[in-house]
């Protein structure tokens, strides 16, 4: 017979074999010094996991468990009721703050429009062109000097 398997000495210990297997894995270990070993130690290891329970787990899991639930009342939700409160005060802010930028705004007291550069009727002949025309009408404008050669002319 070969060597006892991990599974089989675990079985062996733990006593899930039938008694006749368990019979010939103990004549095996009593003949065999390396099964013998892993025998002792598995038992050893038992024996110190067994000293260790306090108490055996019994009973209904799920009782306990409803037992356990019914002793500490549930405490309600807190983000539900602190909810309504912030959505009033965002919507408070919002609406203070469009009002003071509106009031800020119409009364004069708003930032001045920026600067746009140049008067552009007064900047020269050519630029009234650009300020009369319709954009399609410059567009048109800019095509024909493209194609004559950009309205350049040679002075030779």
Same mark, same amino acid.
């Given at each position: 017979?070969?060597?006892?398997? %991990?599974? /089989?000495?675990? *079985?062996?210990? !733990?006593?899930?074999?039938?008694?006749?297997? #368990? =019979?010939? &894995?103990?004549?095996?270990?009593?003949?065999?010094?390396?099964?013998?070993?892993?025998?002792?130690?598995?038992?050893?290891?038992?024996?110190?996991?067994?000293?260790?329970?306090?108490?055996?787990?019994?009973?209904?899991?799920?009782?306990?468990?409803?037992?356990?639930?019914?002793?500490? %009342?549930? /405490?309600?939700? *807190?983000?539900? !009721?602190?909810?309504?409160?912030?959505?009033? #005060? =965002?919507? &408070?802010?919002?609406?203070?703050?469009?009002?003071?930028?509106?009031?800020?705004?119409?009364?004069?007291?708003?930032?001045?429009?920026?600067?746009?550069?140049?008067?552009?009727?007064?900047?020269?002949?050519?630029?009234?062109?650009?300020?009369?025309?319709?954009?399609?009408?410059?567009?048109?404008?800019?095509?024909?000097?493209?194609?004559?050669?950009?309205?350049?002319?040679?002075?030779?």
């Amino acid at each position: 017979m070969s060597h006892l398997t %991990p599974t /089989e000495v675990i *079985r062996l210990v !733990s006593g899930e074999l039938p008694p006749a297997h #368990a =019979a010939a &894995l103990e004549a095996h270990a009593a003949a065999c010094p390396d099964c013998a070993a892993r025998v002792r130690a598995q038992r050893g290891l038992w024996s110190v996991l067994g000293a260790d329970r306090e108490r055996t787990p019994g009973g209904d899991l799920a009782a306990a468990v409803v037992r356990r639930l019914n002793e500490r %009342p549930a /405490e309600p939700l *807190r983000i539900w !009721s602190r909810t309504p409160v912030r959505v009033a #005060a =965002a919507v &408070l802010i919002g609406i203070g703050t469009g009002y003071g930028a509106a009031e800020w705004t119409l009364r004069g007291a708003g930032p001045a429009p920026a600067p746009v550069g140049p008067d552009l009727a007064t900047a020269g002949p050519d630029v009234e062109l650009l300020v009369t025309m319709s954009p399609v009408g410059l567009y048109a404008a800019l095509s024909d000097l493209d194609a004559d050669g950009g309205g350049t002319e040679d002075a030779s």
